[in-house]
């Protein structure tokens, strides 16, 4: 795959310039929407307690607010499209501080459910799908790197967080760590102050008049207003991409991969202090990944970024799939704390590749352009797996009090899907480039109309005519021999 174009784009990205503070502002607010969901697992054992609540029963508070965080996606692109990131991330931010502030008060799980999940979510997904989609503003050629190190803010606060909360855990018990933590998630505004949106070429006179415009066939024709509500319907869920197979497949391999994605992190020091290992121990095995994470993302945007990976940076998004399935798959084989830190810094290596890469190849497919759009579609979908997976998962542990069938599941899911990415993406590109070769080589008339359509329709062949047949041998191709060649295929 190659990367997206930019012909279509009103302005040239400027690829750096305050682009790189707005990238610290987004790892901040990626920092918060990813690490918070994961480092409340600290917090699970002491709200069984409190609460009377088994383990399925606590994985629905991060489970919701993860689905809650991607069902948000569509909205979130939405309220970017209108206003634009700055003021939308900062609205995130005021909304996870309060809820976890609230949801410190809370006597009930269904509280937590409704505080943590639903509103915490709501607000990560204003920031996560905000921040994303003012570095495809920023970058284009430098895209993959700006992602990298965005991206590079969940494992860095992860390695902070999980500690810390621990450490809160054990100074005031869950209520107080919500409420500290609630005022620490409040910076998420000041990152969103550093979104500074990107300038326009369009002329402020210009916008003015167009605005003007529509202000006046909206005042005196209804018409138009009922075809303006269509036109942002479809612009707020645009079911067209389901007509694109390498979206298709994209989907099919995401929602795979989410469903077992986050179970092991939830689960993780449940697991370790299960093998008997202390409960700070059992935490900094997350910081152990997330430190190892923190360097690998950054990383994987270098990578992804040279000329030999970028083109194929589908198939290297597939690889680090099956590699951090594989993962879990031999993690029930480990008994001991040294390995379960081998086992640690891998996992890392496998979930920063994924994260480091999982919106650059949606970037790659659709291009900046349709990329808010795109991205609000996909983390509707995934919201769906992200809320099952969790919860399926710590079913099994329940049914069988024993963490390894969770890991067993997760593995498999997601090494299913990274195969199925890369199976399916070859199948892809053999049909497009036989599709290419049909056009530059038509062999049937209906391959000749087709490429005739492809030259009319396609920019580069505007102002190009198909050729016409020539004489042969001095005589007219009405009444002598017709030439081999009726249509010129412009490349």
């Known amino acids: 795959m190659s990367p997206a174009p930019t012909s279509g784009l009103a302005f040239k990205p400027p690829d750096g310039g305050w682009g790189w503070m707005v990238v610290i502002g987004a790892h901040i607010s990626i920092g918060f929407a990813y690490s918070t969901p994961k480092a409340l697992s600290i917090f699970f054992k002491a709200i069984q307690a409190d609460l009377q609540a088994s383990d399925s029963d606590v994985a629905w508070v991060s489970s919701i607010m993860l689905a809650a965080m991607y069902a948000g996606g569509p909205v979130s692109s939405a309220l970017v499209n209108r206003y634009g990131s700055r003021p939308i991330v900062i ?9 976890m502030i609230a949801a410190s008060f809370g006597n009930a799980i269904i509280y937590l459910y409704l505080c943590i999940g639903v509103i ?19 970058f284009l050629a430098k895209r993959p790197l700006a992602n990298g190190l965005a991206m590079a803010g969940s494992p860095v606060f992860l390695c902070f967080l999980a500690p810390l909360n621990q450490y809160l855990l054990d100074k005031f018990g869950w209520r107080g760590s919500l409420l500290i933590l609630g005022a620490l998630m409040l910076n998420c505004c000041v990152a969103g102050a550093l979104m500074r949106p990107v300038g326009s070429c369009t002329p402020p006179a210009a916008l003015q008049k167009k605005a003007k415009e529509q202000w006046d066939d909206c005042t005196t024709n209804t018409e138009p207003r009922k075809q303006s509500c269509v036109s942002r319907a479809k612009k707020f869920l645009d079911l067209s991409f389901f007509k694109d197979r390498g979206f298709i497949i994209y989907l099919i391999g995401n929602v795979l991969f989410i469903f077992g994605a986050y179970a092991p992190i939830m689960f993780l020091s449940a697991h370790a202090v299960r093998q008997g290992v202390d409960q700070y121990s059992a935490a900094y095995l997350l910081s152990i990944m997330g430190f190892v994470d923190m360097f690998v993302r950054p990383g994987t945007g270098l990578i992804a970024n040279s000329k030999w990976i970028r083109p194929r940076v589908q198939f290297f998004f597939s690889f680090a799939m099956v590699f951090n399935g594989t993962c879990h798959l031999l993690c029930p084989l480990i008994q001991s704390y040294a390995f379960l830190v081998v086992y640690a810094v891998f996992f890392g290596v496998g979930f920063g590749m994924v994260f480091a890469l999982i919106f650059e190849c949606l970037m790659d497919l659709m291009g900046s352009e349709r990329f808010p759009s795109a991205v609000g579609l996909v983390t509707i979908i995934e919201c769906f797996p992200m809320l099952l997976g969790p919860p399926t998962a710590a079913l099994l542990v329940d049914i069988f009090d024993d963490y390894k069938y969770l890991f067993l599941m997760c593995g498999a899911v997601i090494v299913t899907g990274g195969l199925f990415l890369c199976i399916m993406n070859i199948f ?10 049909r056009l530059q080589n038509p062999q049937t008339v209906e391959d000749r109309d087709q490429a005739e359509t492809q030259n009319k329709l396609h920019p580069s062949c505007l102002g190009k005519e198909s050729a016409v047949p020539e004489k042969e041998n001095g005589s007219d191709p009405q009444g002598g021999p017709a030439s081999s060649e009726y249509f010129e295929i412009p490349i």
């Open 91 to 99: 609205l995130g931010g005021l909304m996870c501080g309060i809820s």
């Open 120 to 138: 915490a979510g709501c607000g990560l997904a204003l920031n996560l799908n905000a921040s994303l989609t003012i570095i495809s503003k920023y």
């Open 428 to 437: 892809n590109h053999h049909m497009l480039e036989n599709q290419r070769s």
